[in-house]
Nanobody, 131 residues
């Protein structure tokens, strides 16, 4: 059974940094897999933040480009999201997602997967940016 467990959320002041981790288990890493981070703020729809495919190609939302970096440690099956220069509008529940047979390339998957029921999702970790 595939399991995704997020950690690293918390409360941080504007301009601060956090690093989120997602420990994935229950499957063997493959170049065909897709992993990503999504977030949902109160009263808003879930949106894609950043994604990375099995070859290491990544994509990120325009709102976080230059501030957030997605990476993974394939040997340990850990997905990371380094978040710098955090803003109050980054406040949300952040979810890790895995898709073992993604129907799109990384850019399209990041746009489409937020509303998808396919694949696997973690329980989320809360990020609050406030002074």
């Amino acid at each position: 059974e595939v399991q995704l467990v997020e950690s690293g959320g918390g409360i941080v002041q504007p301009g601060g940094s956090l690093r989120l981790s997602c420990a994935a288990s229950g499957y063997t890493h493959s170049r065909h897999h897709m992993l990503g981070w999504f977030r949902q703020a109160p009263g808003k729809e879930r949106e894609g933040v950043a994604a990375i495919d099995g070859t290491g190609r990544s994509a990120s939302a325009a709102s976080v480009k230059g501030r957030f970096t997605i990476s993974k440690d394939s040997g340990e099956n850990i997905l990371l999201l380094q978040m710098n220069i955090l803003k109050p509008e980054d406040t949300a529940m952040y979810y890790c997602a895995a898709d073992l047979s993604p129907p799109q390339e990384v850019d399209g998957w990041l746009r489409e997967h937020s509303s998808s029921t396919r694949g696997y999702w973690g329980q989320g970790t809360q990020v609050t940016v406030s002074s």
